[in-house]
């Protein structure tokens, strides 16, 4: 079992940065895979980035080259540090925990995730 809390989340402008933080407890991420999603009002919930057991990382297209995903085993958290932010990235932003051996295919996908966090609000606007 695993608890997750997400931070980090808040009001930026556009252009702007925000550093996402999932704190887990009750278990070692080490052997997870882990994922950030975002839904937005009125829209499904959708993939943003997931890193692998291994440190393999997958982002959406649309915010590659201005999100970064990484973990920090020791610290049992994952990080989305979000650069030059949009409008269109505003969203609740959840953090999930799922299988340490889920295939690459599968990482885009919400239903392979066991665990969620309860979600950060990001609002980019002027």
């Known amino acids: 079992q695993v608890q997750l809390v997400e931070s980090g989340g808040g009001l930026v402008q556009p252009g702007g940065s925000l550093r996402l933080s999932c704190a887990a407890s009750?278990?070692?991420?080490?052997?997870?895979?882990m994922a950030w999603f975002r839904q937005a009002p009125g829209k499904d919930r959708e993939f943003v980035s997931s890193?692998?057991?291994?440190?393999?990382?997958s982002y959406l297209n649309t915010v590659k080259g201005r999100f970064t995903v990484s973990r920090d085993n020791g610290k049992n958290t994952v990080y989305l540090q979000m650069n030059s932010l949009k409008p269109e990235d505003t969203a609740v932003y959840y953090c999930?925990?799922?299988?340490?051996?889920?295939?690459?295919?599968?990482?885009?996908?919400?239903?392979?995730?066991?665990?969620w966090g309860q979600g950060t609000q990001v609002t980019v606007s002027s």
């Open positions: 999930a925990a799922g299988p340490g051996s889920a295939i690459t295919s599968s990482l885009w996908n919400d239903r392979t995730y066991d665990y």
């Open positions: 009750g278990s070692t991420i080490s052997t997870y895979s």
């Open positions: 890193i692998k057991r291994t440190g393999g990382t």
